[in-house]
């Protein structure tokens, strides 16, 4: 039980000190990479046993795709209203032109219903 709670607190670590947080704006970054998709994680830190699976998900994708999208972690109540999220943990998938184009909410079993979609969205937006 003790591994698990510490496991699930090092994943966290290790995909924030990868990341870029944005907690101060309300809109996507805009800066001089050539990353035009946003991936914005949706948390409410109450059951972080539910999100274990999205955070080994993310690890895989940022594993895959290195190079070609952001990790955010939004904290922000404007960004929950402005994308529809009333559902956590919840996962969502911005292009360019800042329209959602995945959305996974709630518990999920297995790192593929969250790796599939994303993937999918990722090859549709070509960046």
């Known amino acids: 039980m003790k591994r698990s709670i ?4 090092i994943i966290p670590v290790i995909l924030l000190s990868s990341c870029e947080n944005q907690l101060f704006s309300n809109t996507i970054p805009e ?4 990353e035009d998709i946003q991936l914005l994680f949706f948390s409410d830190n109450k059951d972080v046993k539910k999100e274990e699976v999205y955070y080994n998900a993310l690890l895989k994708i940022k ?5 070609r999208y952001n990790i955010e972690f939004a904290s922000k109540k404007s960004l929950e209203w402005k994308y529809n999220i009333d559902v956590y943990p919840s996962l969502i998938v911005i292009n360019e032109n800042e329209e959602v184009v995945a959305k996974i909410e709630g518990y999920v ?3 593929e219903e ?3 979609p994303i993937v999918q969205a990722l090859s549709k937006n070509g960046s």
């Open 6 to 9: 510490l496991i699930a607190f």
């Open 31 to 34: 800066d001089n990479s050539n």
């Open 63 to 67: 594993k895959d795709f290195p190079e």
């Open 109 to 111: 079993e297995t790192e």
């Open 114 to 116: 969250i790796i599939n």
